[in-house]
């Protein structure tokens, strides 16, 4: 399993947006992940909301698409 980025909508502004994977590392069992600035699909910027700044997030297999 790999990740390279990260796909979600925005609530705040209806957009689809992706975000590229910076880095990962683990710390005594908790992986963190460091994603650049958000882009939507036609490749602007979009601000990060203060949610996706830093967020515990419950491990779950994601399925591919």
Known sequence: MSIESLSF???ETGRWVTAKL???KMIEGVL?????MPYDIE???VPATPALESALVEP???ESR
């Open 60 to 62: 779950k297999v994601a």
């Open 43 to 45: 490749g602007q910027a």
């Open 32 to 36: 963190e992940l460091n994603f650049g």
């Open 9 to 11: 909508h925005d609530p």
């Open 22 to 24: 910076k880095s990962a």
